[in-house]
């Protein structure tokens, strides 16, 4: 039996049949009708934002840490201008979103009408697919497709814009089950010669190593399952970008820890030195690779990625996989058992005994104080404190987001939230908002840096009124640490800008808002300022004062390779040469 | 040169891709792009290509299955092989398009361009203009008393070679299609 209804109606009704249970939103002259909507009905949860980027953030947290879609319904003009750093996060970082944005009526599109803005047009390069819609008869079978869009290949934001009139005309509403099938139907099993000719590969390889991404996050769970099933059977090392931490545990015992430009010693040496590198739903970024010429350049490489346009794009690889990281890992395994479970042992014992050398290095070594907190022992204790608890991690973007990727340890995939792609500031606040909502009775920090926090410190707001207990840990150094850094060490030391004067004072603006605020300035008070944090019921704005000049190592200097790695106590004058200065 | 005497770029004479994926040689590719005719599609392929920085030599786009709603848009771009790989991935994984063929490497294939050109002039001129347009096969689809319009249509090549000899006879405007190409064979 079809059913007629409004536009408005419908937005509401599809999003119900594809089991959306929480939309982050902010209402608007061009979305009213939908908003009438909402108010009508008790299924969906409306959570009201203070800015719409926050929305898309809480969305992208949301998302992330439940493997759902993330929805966010914002109005025209400035709404969805207001979404566009949200949604681009959202599309490098490989996060499933539906935004829902208002338009003015389609008899005033171009007219430069009040609150009109050409929002396809403004999200096309922003989004993995948009539509207007400017006919109510087509507007169920869009959303449908949205979701099915969102959620497939691989994962990205879409944006449906939806015109006032569309919302109050009627039409007859098109269930999911009888839209009909889309084409878009991206290819989940890898191609059998290449997938052996990789196990061929993994039999004989001296020194492999599995550099792992947000790839395998985004397939699953089952995902993360086969990768550890893999690593263990196989006994190869294993690290992991800054958006696949969680997919193999930090206590395993393959475990390399993060690489990168703020990656560990052993894993970027080992990165350099193998002669097997099997790329599972990474996509050899340049944060990843430094100079790509010397990257890694004695190995044989193989990629699996669901987006072929990732495959060959900067390093040549000689093994590529076009597949759906789960379905490949399968298959992998499969042929990989019924060939004998064949490792180069000797080979293998000999690769481990030199990780284990570089290992001894102890990378992220730092010098401890008694009188100021470093920003490396504020993790440790959060880390020793909240490990083994329900703890889902999100984060800002600068110094402190890569010492947390460092010092705290992920188990399991879907806890760690962090804008990787985009690094956009201002992301941890909001995102821990969705993460909350997502899980309420969970342990959600924001570890976040002053600088950053203020960029979208209005959701506090939010976050008090839908009783998300949001722990906002901000390590406090009174400065743009990360820019400060590189202007140390290659612009000679004239910090241009990157200090933050006329901080609030954050204890009195917590109280503000009316949550919790501590702050602590003394290593001997840090843990139990964090035990109060982590007891109190409520939000809670954590301002936890660091020491200021404190350099983020290990790091490899921009427009060099893996092996020239600087680390902590190294000299930091002059690293950087020309070609690198221009680099990011 | 390879000691198989086989240019480098070259596809033809191997069944094996022998280019190297990351040489610096810049190819002209010809893409015939099959995607869903709805509004924003053709915004979507050209801001592939400015927002990445990509070339498109030349575009043409007009709906060619009525029933099923399907454009065809053929572009003529230039790049490293690694770039126009890139480029048919960028191309293939956007929702509304439905193929992308590189006739330049599926073999054999056939490229047509239409043009228009006017061409002003009195006396000889006039009369050399004339003359040369029956060589190349182009129409005069109209004229007045110092002027034709000549209708062509070609390999793009021949177009080219049309205007350079129409340039000193009074030449005025061209007006050109952009390429169509199909694949020979069935």
Redesign the interface.
Known sequence: MTQNMTGARMVVQALKDQGVEVVFGYPGGAVLPIYDEIFQQNDIRHILVRHEQGAIHMAEGYARSTGKVGVALVTSGPGATNAVTGLVDALMDSIPLVVLTGQVPTFMIGTDGFQEADTVGITRPCTKMNWLVKDTAKLSETIHLAFHVARSGRPGPVLIDIPKDVQFADADYVTKEKIKVSHYQPKLKGDIDQITRLVEMIETAERPILYTGGGVINSGPGASQLLRELAEATGFPVTSTLMGLGAYPASGKNWLGMLGMHGLYEANLAMHGCDLMINIGARFDDRITGRIKDFSPNSKKAHIDIDASSINKVVHVDVPILGDVGHVLEDLLRIWKSRGRKVNKAGLAGWWRQINDWRAVKCLTYKPSTTTIKPQYALERLEALTKGMDRYITTEVGQHQMWAAQFLGFEAPNRWMTSGGLGTMGYGLPASIGVQIAHPEALVINVAGEASWLMNMQEMGTAMQFRAPVKQFILNNERLGMVRQWQELLHGERYSQSWSESLPDFVKLAEAFGCKGIQCKDPKDLDDAIMEMIRYDGPVIFDCLVEKHENCFPMIPSGKPHNEMLLGDADTQGVIGAKGAVLV | MSPLNIKKGSTSHSAYDLRD??ADVSEAHTLAVIVDNE??VL??VI?LFS?RGYNIDSLTVAEVDHTGHLSRITIVTHGTP?VI??IK??L?????V?AVHDLTEEGPSVQRELALFKVAGKGEHRIEALRLAEIFRAHVVDSTLESFVFEMTGPPEKIDSFAELMRPLGLREIARTGVAALSRGA
Request: hydrophobic content about 30%.
């Open positions: 994926p990351y509004a924003g915004a979507r801001g927002g690694q790989t890139q991935s960028l293939a994984r956007m929702v509304p439905r």
